[in-house]
């Protein structure tokens, strides 16, 4: 079965912020939800063409394990803290399936 990723995209419209949401999403939410999560790897990104948008990409090893994150409780747990500690930043989720991987 093909990889799936849980993907977050949330925007730090607050400049002054982000440094402060970097640190926090590094030291305290990325690990918190790899642990939760159960995931194989995880990145993180700033885009280069806009400044305020964080992406934060889980990969799980197939689909039926996303679909069992996505109704447990450590998702509901770390939007809670989210929400908590971040109220003001807006954010989206997307679920991916892997189509096709290549290698050059």
């Known amino acids: 079965?093909?990889?799936?990723?849980?993907?977050?995209?949330?925007?730090?419209?607050d400049a002054k912020k982000r440094?402060?949401?970097?640190?926090?999403?590094?030291?305290?939410?990325?690990?918190?939800?790899?642990k939760a999560f159960g995931v194989s790897k995880a990145w993180r990104f700033w885009s280069l063409d806009d400044l305020s948008l964080h992406q934060a990409m889980y990969q799980f090893d197939d689909e039926a394990k996303l679909q069992a994150m996505l109704k447990g409780d450590a998702l509901t747990k770390l939007v809670?803290?989210?929400?908590?500690?971040?109220p003001e930043v807006k954010r989206s989720r997307e679920t991916l399936v892997l189509a096709q991987e290549f290698s050059g």
Do not use: G, K, Q, S
């Not at 079965?1 to 730090?12: E, G, N, S, T």
């Not at 926090?24 to 790899?34: C, G, K, L, M």
């Not at 809670?80 to 971040?86: G, H, K």
């Open 80 to 86: 809670a803290d989210f929400n908590r500690d971040w």
């Open 1 to 13: 079965m093909p990889a799936a990723y849980f993907v977050v995209r949330a925007i730090v419209t």
């Open 19 to 34: 440094a402060a949401f970097d640190r926090w999403y590094e030291t305290e939410h990325v690990p918190d939800a790899v």
